[in-house]
């Protein structure tokens, strides 16, 4: 009998220990793994609407650099962008998901520039930084908390660039641009969405140069394309038919409506020497092509990538808390700026 019981009990008794043994060392594992496991750094992103060129190009922009950022650190950061469609109130849903999900940085590309002070007001309740960029809120706003910030470019910069671009050839090939050679120069203006900051301050920059310069203008049109290079080719055939040759320059708020304006003229079969002098602001690659191409006679660097890396930059150092000012140039306690560049077929040549 005693026997027997030796006989159950030794082999339960291994086969209790052995299985004791394996959960300790998946335990240990397991433990070991999760210690070894990178933190992440989670970054909600909010767009006005993911259709737009510029906006595009800097998400991709900040998602390369935050994987490239990543290898570097041991930190995994991790972007997430949603597309507001153009709704304040899609927008706000997506702000709040991103609150409620406990993301560690929030960053707003705002649908409407005067409606920041909710997002604020729910951010710093939730204690979560909030980086608004490229559409500018009201300054009041932004004020409402220490951890609400602006990342951006200076719009009158872009408008006097854009100006500028203009006046050299007014000063150096007047009869190129002065095609009916009265002294005064014929344009129009396709702006971009109303109320955007971009659009108002470019709007009146551009030719704020021009006149301080004391060049004559004659504002033939203007009107909004909201951004929108098919909207642009259609407004520009309006103004073909109406002015026709008359349309001595086309300032263009951004260039996927300089290269509507492209588009509408193409279409109407007019050649390249006859073209209107055509100026845009971003720096798009197929803006690029059409200045090399000689096309457009300019654009402005709306520096996208600069923007990201600030953003990336800012989100890091609040994730570490760290005091940013001592790290980055800070504005007014709330404003990051990145500097516009104005890029001509001589300027891409030359590089
Ligand atoms: C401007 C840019 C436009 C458009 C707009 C969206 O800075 O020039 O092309 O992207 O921002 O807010
Ligand atoms: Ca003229």
């Not at 949603?82 to 590309?109: H, P, T």
């Not at 602001?281 to 059409?290: F, K, L, N, R, S």
């Amino acid at each position: 009998m005693r026997s027997k019981i030796k006989k159950f009990c030794f082999p339960l008794a291994i086969s209790l220990l052995a299985a004791a043994v394996i959960l300790l060392i998946i335990y240990i594992f397991g433990v070991r793994t999760r210690d070894q496991e990178p933190p992440t750094l989670r970054i909600g992103v909010a767009v006005y609407s993911q259709e737009d060129t510029f906006i595009g190009y800097l998400v991709q922009s900040l998602e390369r650099m935050a994987r490239e950022r990543e290898a570097g650190e041991n930190l995994r950061i991790n972007v997430s962008t949603m597309d507001g469609k153009s709704s304040q109130l899609i927008q706000n849903e997506q702000v709040q998901r991103f609150i409620a999900l406990n993301y560690d940085v929030l960053c707003v590309n705002i649908v409407d520039r005067t409606a920041a002070a909710y997002l604020i007001d729910m951010a710093a309740d939730a204690e979560i930084p909030i980086l608004f960029f490229n559409r500018q809120p009201v300054a009041e706003d932004l004020q409402r908390w220490e951890s609400a910030y602006y990342i951006g470019a200076p719009a009158e910069q872009s408008g006097s660039l854009q100006g500028k671009i203009v006046l050299d050839l007014w000063e150096n090939e007047q009869e190129r641009v002065d095609k009916n050679g009265d002294g005064i120069l014929q344009y129009v203006i396709l702006e971009g969405e109303p109320g955007h900051q971009d659009t108002l301050i470019r709007t009146e920059s551009c030719i704020q140069v021009l006149t301080n310069a004391g060049v004559r203008v004659e504002k033939l049109a203007s009107d909004t394309a909201n951004w929108n290079r098919s909207q642009a080719a259609a407004k520009m055939s309006q103004w073909q038919e109406k002015f026709g040759e008359a349309i001595e320059v086309v300032f263009s708020n951004n260039d996927d409506m300089a290269l509507g304006a492209i588009d509408s003229l193409q279409e109407a079969g007019v050649t390249t020497q006859q073209y209107p002098i055509i100026v845009g602001v971003d720096a798009t690659a197929p803006a690029q092509e059409a200045v090399r191409a000689g096309t457009m006679s300019g654009t402005v660097l709306n520096d996208g990538d600069g923007i990201a890396k600030a953003m990336l930059d800012l989100s890091l150092l609040l994730y570490h808390d760290e005091i940013p000012e001592q790290k980055l140039e800070i504005e007014e306690g709330h404003y990051i700026w990145l500097d516009y560049r104005q890029v001509t077929k001589a300027q891409l040549e030359g590089e």
